[in-house]
């Protein structure tokens, strides 16, 4: 399988403090990646490097063996093939959920008006917020709001979709619904990134588990590995609070 | 009319005999207000989402330059204007221009520069404070979609930023209304130095300036009342309509916020 992205010694600092150290890990295309760990510990940090919301200090990121930190390849180019779910939505408060799904479509992929139109409402229907196209964020709830979060990512139509806690801010009755938008979507052979402290989605959709501790990455296995026969202690320790607690 | 005439009448008869004078003032006064405070809001705008481009690593060495004296130069001007009286701006910009170029500004486009410029120090500062409010996922989210500075901010960031700051903006116009009749110095027919002009034909001052008071109170409220209402539009309906299916596009419901389904 090839690799859509692979991330080579990445390190991140803000001022002198060191949240990432020595990177190293890759994503093939259909694979869903889950990233487990203890807050603090990075895990959004290189997802948003990734995106390049962070810009890295050190190290490598190769997008089809091309180097995006080096300034050869536009960041909006790049940005577009890799759609993000936030969690907090971050859903365009002035826009309406249709025009959220629209917007990107016509500004940066330049489509016209029908055709974005007719891609946002397709994908819109398929996390089931098709009724709510006229409403504005303010008026719908947290899942629905990450629903509608995730068809806009969608409908830019990315080469891989990067998750960013998309459940943490959710009250826990809608983790549910996003969850299924999610797990549909692995089963389509979507790529996805997922930043997740749901471990029952880890275990069960995952290809690959990668845990992260104090800014390096642990340990990496498949989730039969990480979840049931972990190698490293703080893996151990670290699932053991969280399953137990 | 008579030496014991009533209060009252007085102030008829000065609104008789003046009447088309005090309407011209006021005509003058809301065209300048009017027209400064649009201008002046363009001016905030520009410089507004000029203070707020981004530094990031990706900025060069140059555009970080030009962005730093640009930026002192706009802080300048605004604190020029915001830390001078408007009066002393308008003798200033009136009676510089002409000695220097020697131009004889027409007064009341010298006026509109002036309300224009000193709205447009304010609205920079009301404006940049308006954009730094806008949550900075707002930011992330259209840039992670691949949006540039420029497109965030046309599309996204500016529609938001300008819905919050109408209430100062208005406030900018209400204020802008009042504060033309310093104009006066440099000869503008605005409605103070008309109300001058009338008092002076008859030497009731009261009288006369109760009229005056009367109309900035009338223009004021109006003028408040109505960008009250355009705020409401801007923020929409507050109910939506459910988007009924392709099969059966009589399927239309109204939801109330709450989320109390009618029929």
């Known amino acids: 399988m090839a690799n859509i992205l692979q991330i080579k010694h990445l390190g991140k600092k803000f001022g002198a403090n060191e949240v990432l150290r020595d990177i190293n890990f890759s994503v093939s295309k259909g694979e869903v990646v889950c990233i487990i760990g203890a807050s603090g510990s990075g895990k959004s940090t290189l997802l948003r490097c990734i995106n390049l919301l962070e810009y890295p200090t050190s190290g490598d990121i190769l997008y089809h063996g091309q180097n995006i930190l080096e300034q050869n390849i536009s960041n909006a180019v790049y940005r577009a093939k890799m759609g993000m779910v936030f969690q907090q939505f971050n859903l365009f408060n002035n826009l309406t959920v249709l025009d959220n799904c629209v917007v990107g479509q016509i500004k940066v992929l330049k489509r016209n008006k029908e055709e974005a139109r007719k891609t946002a409402m397709e994908y819109l229907e398929m996390v089931g917020m098709s009724q709510f196209i006229n409403a504005k964020p303010t008026q719908i709830s947290g899942g629905q709001k990450q629903r509608v979060a995730i068809a806009r990512a969608l409908s830019m139509e990315p080469e891989a979709l990067l998750f960013d806690e998309p459940t943490s801010a959710l009250d826990p009755e809608m983790v549910g619904e996003v969850l299924k938008v999610m797990k549909d979507l692995a089963k389509s052979g979507l790529t996805m990134l997922v930043v997740t402290h749901e471990m029952g989605f880890a275990r069960d959709v995952a290809n690959r588990v990668v845990f992260m501790d104090d800014g390096v990455i642990a340990e990496e296995d498949v989730p039969e590995v990480i979840f049931n026969n972990p190698t490293n202690d703080r893996t151990r320790a670290f699932l053991k609070r969280i399953l137990e607690g | ?263």
């Open chain 2, 1 to 263: 009319m008579s030496a014991d005439a009533s209060f009252f009448q007085w102030v008829a008869f000065i609104w008789e005999q003046n009447w088309p004078l005090f309407l011209r003032g006021a005509g003058n006064t809301l065209l300048i207000a009017l027209t400064g405070t649009i201008i002046g809001f363009i001016i905030g705008i520009i410089i507004g989402v000029i203070r707020t481009i981004p530094v990031d690593h990706n900025t060069t060495t140059l555009k970080k330059g030009i962005l730093k004296v640009v930026d002192i130069l706009l802080l300048c001007y605004i604190e020029v204007f915001r830390g001078t009286p408007m009066m002393v701006q308008a003798m200033v910009v009136f009676y510089g221009i002409a000695m220097v170029y020697g131009i004889h500004l027409n007064p009341i486009p010298a006026g509109i520069v002036i309300v224009s410029i000193n709205t447009g120090a304010y609205m920079a500062e009301i404006v940049r404070g308006g954009i730094l409010s806008i949550d900075k996922g707002q930011f992330e989210a259209a840039h992670a979609i691949g949006m540039t500075h420029a497109q965030t901010m046309t599309s996204i960031i500016l529609p938001q930023a300008i819905r919050n700051i109408l209430p100062a903006t208005s406030n900018e116009f209400v204020i802008n209304i009042k504060d033309t009749c310093v104009l006066s110095v440099i000869s503008i027919t605005e409605l103070f130095f008309n109300s001058k002009s009338a008092a002076g034909a008859n030497f009731r001052y009261f009288e006369t300036f109760l009229i005056t008071c009367i109309i900035y109170l009338i223009m004021t409220f109006t003028v408040t009342r109505i960008l009250r209402w355009w705020e409401k539009k801007l923020d929409g309906p507050s109910v939506y309509t459910i988007h009924g299916s392709q099969t059966v596009p009589e399927a239309q419901f109204r939801i109330v916020d709450g989320g109390k389904l009618h029929g």
